[in-house]
């Protein structure tokens, strides 16, 4: 059984930056990919960005250039960086891991 644990939502300005975290409570972790998805009220959950074990990322083309998928195995974690944010990135975003989710964090963009 994998725990996830997301943090680092909340509401910000359109233009401004956010860094959310992930922290998973297996200690294996790093041979997994990860990815974060997020869905916004009515709309179905999407993929947002993942990252494979070896590091290879893959983006939303509606967040290239804006976003940023990272981890640290050391630390159990993986991170979103996310510049530039715009009214449309509002959602409860979730980090994901094989079959196992996390409960969520809220990012709201006001225009």
């Known amino acids: 059984q994998v725990r996830l644990v997301e943090s680092g939502g909340g509401l910000v300005q359109a233009g401004d930056s956010l860094r959310l975290s992930c922290e998973a409570s297996?200690?294996?972790?790093?041979?997994?990919?990860m990815g974060w998805f997020r869905q916004a009220p009515g709309k179905e959950r999407e993929l947002v960005a993942a990252?494979?074990?070896?590091?290879?990322?893959n983006y939303a083309d509606s967040v290239k250039d804006r976003f940023t998928i990272s981890r640290n195995n050391a630390k159990d974690t993986i991170y979103l960086q996310m510049n530039n944010l715009k009214p449309e990135d509002t959602a409860d975003y979730y980090c994901?891991?094989?079959?196992?989710w996390g409960q969520g964090t809220q990012v709201t963009v006001s225009s």
């Open positions: 990252i494979a074990r070896g590091g290879a990322t």
């Open positions: 994901n891991c094989a079959s196992w």
């Open positions: 297996e200690r294996s972790f790093s041979v997994y990919a």
